[in-house]
């Protein structure tokens, strides 16, 4: 890969799509264009409507394309829902080298040789993880590549999904008149940002909250081990809102975005909001505790549903406590009624670059780290995913007056030959 170059990831959302222009200098990125759109064509983390999500995607990437000036060609796409699966696979091959010493190649056929393995016709591999290298016999090694040895094996863990939920989502996007770079998965990416690194070790829940559906992934040794998705999320807390105070789905989240707080105990009882009944002109006040009443009880079902999730998952305690990411989780109140429910640790994680310091960018900005560092390991070559829009008229004029001088050369020739001929005439003559 080169030194510098250009990530665009496309985190397609139920309430929103999120593009974000990522430059990659030194193993390190900053953030120089960022794109959100509303979404209305995604349903609990599928497509329902492919039109709807290609104009959002439209205009996400020409919000992002503006800010830089530049024209967007290529992304990384991140993809999430309940027909995404795991499973453990290894792979064993012999060093090819004569020297024996391991090259990219012999990385390629290791990861190549663990996706043998029978696969159901409705489904298809999306990546293949590495969670560790065996040279030799000696295990945990993270790159093998530079090493001397005969044998290579590979363990790590096949992502497979359904066909029809991705090729919807690589159709959307390639109508969109973007290229799809590479695919990436939601809690792998989150996890690349909002967690660190010795919580993967000791072994923490991921709790990302959308707007659709709520996703749980459980990291232990540094690696992703199991992920699981609930359909529940913001638009539940909207709905709620919408039926208790008889007001419309816009104002509902509104009143959510606004004035919504997550504890009963600590919100206002001075905080009024206005609200307008819907099917008339009538406002009536209400104060933020009763927005409140009706937040927490969602949201603690939601919490509810995350612990029966881990203990389903076999992970009942986590030493290293929960990390709760998305939008819906800056609320105020949130943190607070989330310690309650699951009486350990909990933290809001926040993305530190400048332009995403919010939890809904946590997603994309994990997009564009994640595909970056797995693609050093397999080898994988990313192009540049923008142009710049000044570079289209230019390679044609400076081919012009390399055309130009052949001609100019054969014309200059011709007259010399004619010229030779008449004098050659001339002198038989006289």
Sequence with gaps: MNRSEILVSLDIGTSKVKVIIGEVSNDTINVIGVGTADSTGMKKGAIVDIDQTVHAIQSAVDQAERMVDMTIQRVVVSINGDHIQLQDCHGVVAVSSETREIEQEDVARVIEASQVMQIPPEREIVDVIPRQFIVDGQDEIYDPRGMIGVRLEMQGTLITCGKTNLHNILKCVERAGLEVEDICLQPLAAGEVALSQDEKSLGVGLVNVGAGSTTVSF????????????????????????????????????????????????????????????????TDSVSQVDVAEIIEARLDEIFQFVL???????????????????????????????????????????????????????????????????????????????????????????????????????????????????????????
């Design 308 to 430: 029966q999730e881990f203990r389903r998952m076999g992970y009942p305690d986590l030493p290293g406590g929960y990390v709760l990411s998305g939008g819906l989780m800056q609320m105020p109140g949130v943190t607070q009624l989330a310690r309650e429910t699951f009486r350990m640790n909990v933290r809001l994680s926040v993305p530190k670059h400048i332009g995403v310091r919010e939890p809904q960018f946590t997603v994309g900005l994990g997009t564009l780290q994640f595909a970056y560092r797995n693609a050093k390991i397999q080898g994988k070559e990313f192009s540049s995913g923008i142009k710049s829009q000044q570079t289209g008229p230019e390679p044609k004029a400076k081919q012009q007056p390399k055309q130009e001088q052949p001609k100019r050369r054969e014309k200059n020739e011709s007259t010399d030959k004619e010229g030779f001929m008449k004098k050659l005439q001339n002198y038989f003559f006289d």
């Design 219 to 282: 990291f232990s040794d540094g690696h992703l081990i199991n992920t699981s998705v609930i359909p529940l999320g913001g638009d539940n807390v909207t709905k709620d809102i919408s039926i208790v105070l008889k007001t419309t789905t816009e104002e509902a989240e509104n009143i959510k975005l606004n004035h919504g707080h997550a504890h009963l105990d600590t919100a206002s009882e001075d905080h009024t909001i206005e609200v307008t009944k819907i099917g008339s002109d009538e």
